[in-house]
């Protein structure tokens, strides 16, 4: 079959090519990026491991490779599959979604001024107060962007970053809105999209300039590789960023690069699953004597419900939800340790399913009051929905949260622990 962007073959130069507007996500995800070996005709692209490329004469290499910082061919395939997905002309990959972040922030001049939502991701906050300010970046953080963004803005201010759905409380931005406003003062918007994947969120339909992802989590999808993406469409973005990537040399390896193009090819049905599976436990959650509040961006009780609906794709509230659970943090402790099919750990988006508490482990390091202002209180529970059967999922949770009750009771009954 014939799909755009398939003969890797040009000048060095040449970036990722834009996507063929014909063809659907699934497609896409499957064969955007995915040449067919010129020479054996393999339909899986070969990990290219070698770091430096013959040429035929000086300055003139054979193909469109000279050293594998500066461009690898399993690199450039999956940046030209998520600029597909993501609708962008351009994608630059890098060794990891914080690297990501810095290059970007790296981009800008010193003295240059960043308004941010206040729940981005904890290393995107790290990065900001600790980092960027070494280099004469300074970041403003609010915790509604939506109202106060005009305020906040400066004429120093270069970029405007947003998570939508925020971590852990899936609290969501209309990023039209904010985008509106920006691109008035001529500001960039940034929008990390890595809960929602490029299958549920494509942010540049709705006026972001960049969107990056922690590659770590759905797009690879198999919790197995550490890697970053961002994609836009400027062209001076490309050369600068592009440039950045080379000079700095956080790159992912070819292997690494392999690995999340091979697991981007089903991102839609993984995406689409975890989604459901999502939807499914938290209607289960909500309907539980159990749970004080599910956030949950696919449920008619969430706050934002009509921004899911106008930016995420059929109104899908992505595999990500957040509980609170009756009986503070021991009960939300005991519900992560008593689950048989959820593990316990950090981290999500892969095809297995996941919990935590994010008040002593993803956000421990945010000091409490401010945790708890933005809804992170200590007996929140986030859940990463895998693709395993939604039937098994919900018994999972429902036995869990038994079993924490059952315990309480027997506290309170002073028959726990031997009393
Ligand atoms: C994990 C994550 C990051 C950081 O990505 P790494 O690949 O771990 O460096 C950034 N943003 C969000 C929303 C994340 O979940």
Redesign the pocket.
Known sequence: MTVPETNGHGPIETPPRAPSPVHKFGTLAVHAGSPHDPVTGAVIEPISLSTTFAQTSVGVPVGEHEYTRSSNPNRWNFERSIAALEKAKYALAFA????T?AIILQSLAAGSHVVSVSDV?G??HRYFTKVASAHGVRVTFTPSIELDVEELITSETKLIWI?SPS?PTLSLVDIRAIADIAHKSGIMVVV?N??MSPYIQNPLEHGADIVVH????YINGHSDV???VAAFNSDSLFERLKFLQNAIGAVPSPFDCWLAHRGVKTLHLRAREASKNAQVIAEALEASPHVIAVNYPGLDSHKQRKIAIKQHRNGMGGGMLSFRIKGGKPAADRFCEATQIFTLAES?GGVESLVEVPASMTHMGIPKEQREAAGVFDDLVRVSCGVEDADDLVADIRQALEQVVVREQKVSNGVANGH
């Open positions: 990891s979604g914080s690297t972040t991701y290393g995107t998570e971590n990390d890595t809960f922690s590659v770590t989590k550490l890697m970053g999500l």
